[in-house]
């Protein structure tokens, strides 16, 4: 696996369930990064990476959001009691480190209905 | 805080038409410009990478340059063809920031 994976490619979902999503980054890349894109809307920063810590969680739009990532490598992202207005495509990339070149995933596509 | 602008917001060429897209940023410093291309339900494929030390790179029919001084970068694609029908993503990387996006070029080359 030479590239940035994710999982599951798509979701539906009812409103009010908790979904999670999966990003196994480029091995041996530090830094690690979830955005969001809404249909005809362009790309929104959602939370930032480097290592295991997150130093930068601003763009999570509400508390239902919340990303973990573990050993350096896989980072779920989980939102809690889904509302119709989360439903994007979520997508992850990672990069050596917070300077270098972002290679990003394939995305994971939230439908809820 | 950083704000990335693409002009036009979509372009149609006709097959074997050489053409422009600009992508002007805010802030000037910045470590490198990264040009994206994304289908239809796809996730971004990196196409070039400036540092913010360079003035352009190229990559077969691409050649994307860099004034960071004056925060502008344009991509040029040479000898277009359908294939190259996508949008065209321009971010800027500030260092221990995200990548700040513009809204994107939808570009549709015309057989």
């Known amino acids: 696996g030479a590239g940035v994976s994710q999982s599951p490619s798509n979701k539906v979902t009812e409103k009010g369930k908790d979904v999670e999503l999966r990003c196994d980054p480029i091995s041996g890349h530090t830094a690690l990064y979830w955005y969001r894109q809404s249909l005809g809307q362009g790309l929104e920063f959602l939370i930032y990476?480097?290592?295991?810590?997150?130093?930068?969680k601003s763009g999570l739009p509400s508390d239902r959001f919340s990303a973990e990532r573990t050993g350096g490598s896989v980072s779920t992202l989980t939102i809690q009691r889904t509302q119709q207005e989360d439903s994007a495509v979520y997508l992850c990339a990672s990069s050596l480190s917070s300077e270098t070149e972002q290679f990003f995933g394939p995305g994971t596509r939230l439908t809820v209905l | 805080k950083q704000e990335v602008t693409q002009i036009p917001a979509a372009l149609s060429v006709p097959e074997g038409e050489n053409l422009v897209l600009n992508c002007s940023f805010t802030d000037s410093a910045i470590y490198n410009l990264q040009w994206f291309r994304q289908d239809p339900g796809k996730g971004l494929t990196s196409l070039l990478l400036?540092?913010?030390?360079?003035r352009e790179q190229t990559s077969g029919r691409l050649n994307a340059s860099l004034d960071k001084s004056s925060g502008r970068s344009t991509l040029y694609i040479a000898a277009s063809q359908p294939g190259d029908s996508a949008t065209y993503l321009c971010?800027?990387?500030?260092?221990?920031?995200?990548?700040?996006f513009g809204k994107g070029t939808r570009l549709s080359v015309i057989a």
């Open positions: 971010a800027v990387n500030s260092g221990n920031t995200p990548l700040v």
């Open positions: 990476f480097q290592g295991n810590s997150a130093p930068d």
């Open positions: 400036i540092q913010s030390s360079q």
